[in-house]
């Protein structure tokens, strides 16, 4: 069992930054790969994210390709999500979710550990 608490959400305008940080306990983090994703009011969960397990190969939604950047620090069991140049429609509930072999994937349903999610509200 790994447990995860996101942080860092908040509310932004229109091109600002944020960085999400995601902190594990309860299991050696570094067996894990990790995963962001988000949730719009009245959508679906979406994939944002992901990161093997070595933060060597990551994977991103096109939707955010290029602005943002996921990371990990395995010393502090830490994952982050680096969030700039935002826009309205990234506003969501962003949740970190993990699974226990060295590779992630964009399929939510693949992550057995979730956090409870932290608010993004990007302002217009």
């Known amino acids: 069992q790994i447990e995860l608490v996101e942080s860092g959400g908040g509310l932004v305008q229109t091109g600002g930054s944020l960085r999400l940080s995601c902190a594990a306990s309860g299991r050696t983090f570094s067996n894990y790969a990790m995963g962001w994703f988000r949730q719009a009011p009245g959508k679906e969960r979406e994939f944002v994210a992901t990161l093997s397990w070595s933060g060597s190969i990551t994977s991103y939604a096109d939707s955010v390709k290029g602005r943002f950047t996921i990371s990990r620090d395995n010393a502090k069991n830490t994952v982050y999500l680096q969030m700039n140049s935002l826009k309205p429609e990234d506003t969501a509930v962003y949740f970190c979710?993990?699974?226990?072999?060295?590779?992630?994937?964009?399929?939510?349903?693949?992550?057995?550990?979730w956090g409870q999610g932290t608010q993004v509200t990007v302002s217009s």
């Open positions: 979710a993990a699974r226990s072999v060295p590779w992630g994937v964009a399929t939510a349903h693949e992550y057995a550990y």
